[in-house]
């Protein structure tokens, strides 16, 4: 009986521990929804809807205020991930029910979009909604 209990008892303590593994990718950006994103108090948070063109993001447009910081939260129930249309911003994936980190983003006016479903347009603080750019021109096949 006692050999039972001692099995159970370390049987409870792996699968309170996880078993060792996460699960998760190595992507430092999101976070899950039990855990706000630091920093994130005072953030704006934009809902990632889901692929329906300009409505995919709420709100959209989105008005960030100067020295605020901007939080996707991932509210469908595919991966997606947010990039600004100039590159210069990329939250990685963002599994469902998750966030990005929070992004410096207040007063920034930019469109941007989801690679991984380019109808998925957005923008901040009253930039134009565009398709993102398309892949980097190679020279031999650039149109002058």
Not at 54 to 81: C, E, K, Y
Request: hydrophobic share 35%; glycine share 14%.
């Amino acid at each position: 009986m006692r050999m039972l209990a001692r099995t159970l008892a370390l049987a409870g303590a792996v699968l309170a521990s996880g078993c060792g593994g996460s699960g998760t990718t190595n992507n430092p950006g999101p976070t899950g929804p039990s855990a706000p994103p630091a920093g994130g108090a005072d953030a704006v948070v934009i809902d990632i809807i889901g692929e329906r063109g300009v409505q995919s993001f709420s709100p959209n447009p989105a008005t960030v205020p100067d020295g605020r910081m901007v939080i996707w939260r991932n509210t469908d129930v595919l991966v997606h991930r947010v990039q600004l249309n100039d590159r210069s911003v990329d939250t990685g994936d963002i599994g469902p029910g998750a966030s990005s980190a929070p992004q410096p983003l207040g007063g920034v006016a930019k469109p941007y979009h989801c690679p991984l479903h380019p109808a998925m347009v957005g923008s901040l603080n009253g930039a134009a909604t565009e398709p993102p750019p398309g892949p980097p021109c190679e020279e031999l096949y650039c149109s002058p």
